[in-house]
């Protein structure tokens, strides 16, 4: 039998049980708002976000492929640096940096400025400090990110950059809502990533973006298309802005 409790005692008791089922419910409830699954396809995780399942990591061992030769002759990463327009005290974020392959493209771009260089692997980051001291980069940050933060300093960046990347983020919302309270107001962001309409682009398709993905999944955060210029071989190079508050 239960012994019989002091009124207070129950009541206590009742709030801490509530206090602690809501806690634990929260962030289950707003994840499966955000996210469904499925049957993980190839090369995919079975979370879909906005209808998009979600790519699988690259993983550290493709430094190699990231670094390959022949990657100006295929994406043309000059084209991209002479379509940025950043201001040489600028502050770049290339989220996703991998090798830092676009990091150290962007670093003489901005000599007053810095580009900081994030990942979720440590291993990449390493490799960029690594090429940082053999080229005696001065101007270049890492930053170690989480799968749903990147760490940025609020308002601190002028431009994001995500090269290849923004497909395999596990956590595309919460990725994105850090990205937006690191821009400052104003601020762009850049995606390249291959063009999921064409089919004849010969990448895997959960590695491939539409326009159309693309812009529903910034709506989703805030942010304002710009533009879309397609002037790559391969990829689409998308810009969106966040919003300037209106003056009081
Ligand atoms: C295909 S690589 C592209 C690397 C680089 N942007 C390039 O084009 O050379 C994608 C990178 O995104 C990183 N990544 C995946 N999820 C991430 C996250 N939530 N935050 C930051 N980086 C992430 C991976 O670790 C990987 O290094």
Not at 127 to 140: C, D, I, M, P, Y
Not at 172 to 180: Q, Y
């Amino acid at each position: 039998m239960i012994p019989a409790m002091p009124l207070q005692l129950r009541v206590f008791l009742c709030l801490a049980l509530s206090i602690w089922v809501s806690a634990s419910l929260i962030p289950a409830v707003a994840d499966d708002l955000v996210y469904t699954t499925k049957e993980p396809s190839r090369d995919g995780t079975g979370k879909v976000y906005l209808g998009r399942e979600i790519a699988q990591t690259v993983s550290s061992h493709a430094i190699s492929w990231l670094e390959r030769r022949d990657r100006e002759g295929e994406e043309r990463p000059s084209l991209v640096l002479e379509n940025l327009e950043v201001d040489a005290d600028d502050v770049l974020a290339d989220i996703g940096a991998g090798s830092g392959y676009f990091t150290f493209l962007l670093a003489p771009l901005v000599p007053q400025g810095k580009v900081i260089a994030v990942d979720i692997q440590q291993e990449m980051l390493d490799f960029v400090e690594g090429r940082k001291k053999l080229k005696q980069v001065t101007n270049v940050e890492t930053l170690l990110g989480s799968i749903e933060d990147t760490r940025l300093p609020v308002g601190g960046v002028d431009l994001v950059l995500m090269v290849d990347a923004y497909h395999e983020f596990s956590h595309p919302r919460e990725m994105m809502e850090s990205i937006v309270k690191g821009l400052s107001p104003g601020g762009r962001v850049v995606f390249l990533e291959y063009r999921g309409e064409a089919p004849e682009v010969p990448i895997k398709p959960l590695h491939k973006m539409t326009v159309k993905q693309l812009t529903a999944e910034m709506g989703a955060v805030g942010l304002e298309l710009v533009e879309v210029r397609d002037f790559l071989p391969i990829q689409h190079f998308v810009v969106f802005r966040k919003p300037v508050p209106p003056a009081p």
